[in-house]
């Protein structure tokens, strides 16, 4: 769902019993700092009328093979026939990323964007791909551009396993600006209903595993456009992108469109060996929004900031912007972009495994008046 300049998250999935889960998740039960976020255009609170209004409607749709509620990362259906085949589904789109690929016309990597984005939302659930359809909306098409578009997705597909069906490519005169486009992609995955990883499984004193992020992957680019003087003209913003900033290794475009990363490979091993309790694709919300829609009621995150080195680009963005740190891990995914809850026995074995999962916290008891994520040393640069 769109709202103002950016993506707020609006997801269906299982649900526990007597729990209901709306997006975009304000789930920290505390106030946190959005005056950045809702100067760069994203009203959450405006968000939030909208999906209350919606969900009852959502749910009139309903027969007995939906699974799920309005809030986790992807919707169940159940095949009929044995009921124990699950399809799970998801769809989103790119954001204003997009702006930064018109700006430099690099669109090769937008659709690897997509495809990862929606083949995570799956993940968290368990499943994996089946197959992908995209939705591409211009105001006059651009073959060449097209083409750059369509590889992306291609790639991706092939990378996760995944079929590209097919979509929609539609032609809307004056409703874009010229070189302009939009982009959404679609994808079905399966799990067995026994599989389903929906977080009910989780503990108190559950160990939490974050897998690094290729960057910002898919959300926040409204704030960090701002931040980051990317809303001028198209030679300005040009310009600053071709640029290298101190602090980064490569110009600031490069770094900004570094591709979504797909975790399907590494977390699948820890999924198919059983080692999983709970897992939360770092999207729109952070990791204060985000990691609580896999805890049960009644439990929290308390992450160790110390635990892992947000890369650089985070830190150029809260110090250009002037943006809150709180509000940072309510908008970013601060360089974690999956996070997935273990049995403490189990993290020598998710770690032989995935070496690059890094212990970074774990599953508290949280109260009804008590934040559900807690971040020891927020503040510390």
Same mark, same amino acid.
């Given at each position: 769902?769109?709202? @103002? ?16 889960? $709306?997006?975009?998740? #304000? ?13 760069? /255009? ?5 968000g =939030? ?6 969900? /009852? ?16 990362? /992807?919707? #169940? ?5 044995? !009921? ?13 990323? +997009? ?11 937008? /659709?690897?964007? #997509? ?24 105001g006059?098409? *651009? ?16 990378? =996760? !396993? ?5 979509g ?20 079905? @995955? ?10 009910a499984?989780?503990?108190? !004193? ?12 898919? =959300? ?6 701002r ?10 913003? &040009? ?14 475009g ?15 091993? #820890?999924?198919?060996?059983?080692? $999983?309790?709970?897992?939360a ?34 830190g ?16 970013? =995914? ?6 997935? *809850? ?8 998710? &770690? ?5 999962? +890094?212990?970074?916290?774990?599953? $508290? ?9 807690? +971040? ?6």
């Open positions: 769902m769109e709202v @103002g300049s950016e993506k707020l998250e609006v997801r269906t999935g299982r649900g526990r019993a007597g729990r209901a889960i $709306v997006g975009p998740f #304000l789930t920290s039960h505390f106030p946190l700092p959005t005056s950045a976020y809702r100067e760069a /255009g994203v009203d959450i609170d405006a =939030n009328e909208v999906l209350r209004r919606i969900r /009852g409607q959502v749910r009139s749709t309903f027969g007995p093979q939906v699974l799920a509620d309005v809030g986790h990362f /992807g919707g #169940l259906y159940a095949l009929p026939g044995d !009921g124990e085949t699950v399809l799970v589904a998801s769809a989103d789109g790119v954001g204003t990323k +997009l702006k930064l690929a018109f700006a430099l016309d690099r669109h090769d990597t937008i /659709g690897v964007d #997509l495809v990862n984005h929606c083949v995570d939302d799956i993940l968290a659930c368990g499943a994996r791909p089946l197959f992908f359809l995209d939705y591409f909306a211009t006059a098409l *651009a073959p060449a551009q097209l083409e750059a578009v369509v590889a992306g997705l291609a790639a991706a597909c092939r990378d =996760n !396993g995944c079929a590209l069906l097919g929609e490519t539609a032609e809307l005169p004056g409703f874009y600006a010229p070189g302009e486009y939009d982009l959404a992609g679609f994808i079905v @995955g399966q799990v067995r209903r026994d599989a389903i990883v929906d977080g499984a989780v503990r108190e !004193g559950d160990a939490l595993l974050g897998l690094p992020s290729g960057g910002l992957h898919t =959300n926040g680019y409204a704030l960090a456009r931040a980051l003087g990317l809303t001028g003209g198209p030679d300005e913003v &040009r310009a600053a992108l071709t640029a290298t900033p101190p602090g980064l290794d490569r110009p600031l490069e770094t900004l469109l570094a591709p979504h990363r797909s975790y399907l490979a590494p977390v699948g091993a #820890l999924v198919e060996a059983g080692l $999983v309790t709970g897992m694709h770092v999207t729109g919300g952070g990791l204060v929004d985000n990691v609580p829609r896999m805890l049960p009621d009644g439990l929290g995150a308390a992450f160790d900031l110390d635990a892992w080195a947000a890369p650089p680009i985070f150029l963005i809260r110090r250009w912007g002037e943006v809150d740190a709180a509000e940072m891990y309510r908008v970013f =995914n601060m360089g974690l972009g999956f996070v997935v *809850a273990c049995r403490p026995g189990d993290v020598a074995a998710c &770690r032989e495994r995935v070496p690059e999962a +890094l212990p970074v916290g774990k599953v $508290v008891a949280a109260g009804p008046r008590e934040p559900r994520v807690r +971040l020891a040393g927020l503040g510390r640069d």
